[in-house]
């Protein structure tokens, strides 16, 4: 079975403060991680993948085996960041299953 | 065209109507999904098509029906909804089920909100 666990529905920073979304996955096989990102009233949006190693909007994830995480991270949160945040893992025939997602909240 | 396109945006049926929700895409990619997303909740997987066969069905109610008629097209077809099938109906999709270097990542539309009454 796979799972993608997000343990904080709702995580609130200020402006300027640097962002940690936390993502931790189960799967017996090789994961493939993904971070995807909804923002108000617009569709869903895939941010990143742990495969590309990449930087996208300033943030950045890191899969870790060891602790079966991939955290979502960016140094300094900016308002336009707010929006909701699944952690998704792509596992048997690319079935891909989501987080119960982390609602960032960026405030002033 | 980089977009995957879901019509009706919204759609309010009956428990008695059929009525059918329809998504496109011209990227060329041969996989197309299906999901559901009730409100503050993460999307669930419904259907997986690859290569306009059914690869996937999770144990969807049969009042759901998929279709592909063709590798850019997918239709949901609906009959006989309960108002617990209310949510926002999801199409996704991507180049392909799985390549060497990982699975692709998804491209999602915009939805449609179903409200069976």
């Known amino acids: 079975a796979q799972r993608v666990t997000q343990p904080e529905k709702l995580l609130s920073v200020f402006k300027g403060a640097p962002v940690e979304l936390k993502c931790n996955y189960s799967?017996?096989?090789?994961?493939?991680l993904f971070w995807y990102v909804q923002y108000s009233r617009q569709r869903l949006q895939l941010l990143l993948r742990?495969?590309s190693r990449e930087s996208i909007k300033g943030f950045t994830a890191d899969l870790n085996k060891g602790e079966t995480s991939f955290h979502l991270k960016k140094p300094f949160a900016q308002e336009e960041d707010s929006a909701m945040y699944y952690c998704?893992?792509?596992?048997?025939?690319?079935?891909?299953?989501f987080g119960t997602g982390t609602r960032l909240q960026v405030t002033l | 065209d980089t977009e995957v396109t879901q019509t009706p945006k919204h759609l309010v049926m009956g428990m008695t109507n059929k009525k059918s929700l329809k998504c496109e895409q011209h990227?060329?990619?041969?996989?197309m999904y299906w999901y559901k997303q009730k409100a503050k909740k993460p999307p669930e997987l419904m259907f997986v098509?690859?290569?306009?066969?059914?690869?996937i069905n999770e144990s969807v109610p049969s009042r759901f029906s998929p279709e592909c008629p063709n590798s850019s097209l997918l239709n949901l077809h609906l009959h006989a909804l309960q108002p617990e099938d209310s949510a926002l109906y999801l199409c996704?999709?991507?180049?392909?089920?799985?390549?060497?270097?990982?699975?692709?990542?998804?491209?999602f539309g915009s939805g449609t909100r179903l409200t069976v009454v």
């Open positions: 996704a999709s991507s180049q392909g089920l799985k390549w060497t270097g990982g699975t692709y990542g998804y491209t």
């Open positions: 799967y017996s096989g090789s994961p493939e």
């Open positions: 742990h495969i």
């Open positions: 998704a893992l792509g596992g048997t025939a690319s079935k891909l299953t």
């Open positions: 990227m060329g990619h041969r996989a």
């Open positions: 098509y690859s290569y306009e066969k059914l690869s």
